[in-house]
């Protein structure tokens, strides 16, 4: 599991790395905590905890998830945090769809859910996608 993505964030360029760190951000933030949560979720577990919350609110998704990803990018490279969550939840507010879409497939990329996308075509890979397989 591995991907990485710079994306400007208040005016600052900001690395994203989806990796073993900012899985378990994901879990911390999703999961329940009053059932002694494993410091390695099962991955069944974690995918119905994304797929609900996508259900729920997928912005609110994409925040925890750009926040995994910066403290991913923190913890693999032994560095500072380098946004906090409060500035990251303005930039999703105002993020492009560009943006957005950009975050999101580097993120389904570095997890392996882009292996649904490859045996069925999604409504979420835009036309000029296609045209690139």
Do not use: C
Not at 58 to 66: C, D, K, P
Request: proline share 2%.
């Amino acid at each position: 599991m591995n991907g990485r993505i710079i994306v400007t964030i208040a005016g600052k360029e900001v690395k994203l790395w989806f990796n073993n760190y900012s899985k378990i951000e994901i879990a911390n933030a999703l999961l329940p905590k009053d059932k002694g949560m494993n410091p390695r979720p099962e991955e069944v577990q974690l995918i119905e905890a994304i797929n609900k919350m996508s259900h729920e609110n997928y912005m609110l998704l994409l925040r925890v998830v750009v926040n995994a990803g910066i403290k991913g990018q923190a913890y693999g490279t032994e560095t500072e945090v380098q946004i906090k969550s409060n500035v990251v939840a303005g930039f999703i507010a105002s993020a492009t769809n560009e943006e957005i879409y950009s975050i999101w497939f580097t993120f389904l990329q570095a997890y392996g859910f882009d292996l649904l996308l490859d045996n069925d075509e999604s409504e979420t890979v835009s036309a000029e996608e296609k045209k690139k397989k």
